[in-house]
Nanobody
Framework: QVQLVESGGGLVQAGGSLRLSCAASGRTVSTYAMGWFRQAPGKEREFVAAIDWSGSSTYYTDSVKGRFTISRVYAKNTVYLQMNSLKPEDTAVYYC?????????????????????WGQGTQVTVSS
């Protein structure tokens, strides 16, 4: 079993930055693809970013490209989401997820089904 705990959320003004962390425990996630999703009030949970097990391939939803960066530190069993130039529409609960699958294309990681483990989420609020 893998437990995921997100942290780093908070309240920030538009244009500001936050770095979210997702700490895994229970077993190493070094062979797992990792993803970040978000869910705004009244909306469906949506994909934000993903990184493959090697860290060499990443994938982003169009709305965050050039602003968000996903990365991982194997020694810490942790995945990060650096969020810059934040906008009010980025306001949501952000969830980390882990997938033991090795996708042939990162595009398949934009849906929830490949992920077996999910964190509880961390709130990000961007004020205008």
């Amino acid at each position: 079993q893998v437990q995921l705990v997100e942290s780093g959320g908070g309240l920030v003004q538009a244009g500001g930055s936050l770095r979210l962390s997702c700490a895994a425990s229970g077993r190493t996630v070094s062979t797992y693809a990792m993803g970040w999703f978000r869910q705004a009030p009244g909306k469906e949970r949506e994909f934000v970013a993903a990184i493959d097990w090697s860290g060499s391939s990443t994938y982003y939803t169009d709305s965050v490209k050039g602003r968000f960066t996903i990365s991982r530190v194997y020694a810490k069993n942790t995945v990060y989401l650096q969020m810059n130039s934040l906008k009010p529409e980025d306001t949501a609960v952000y969830y980390c997820a882990a997938s033991p699958r090795t996708p042939q294309a990162m595009a398949v990681m934009i849906v929830r089904s490949p992920y077996d483990y999910w964190g509880q989420g961390t709130q990000v609020t961007v004020s205008s």
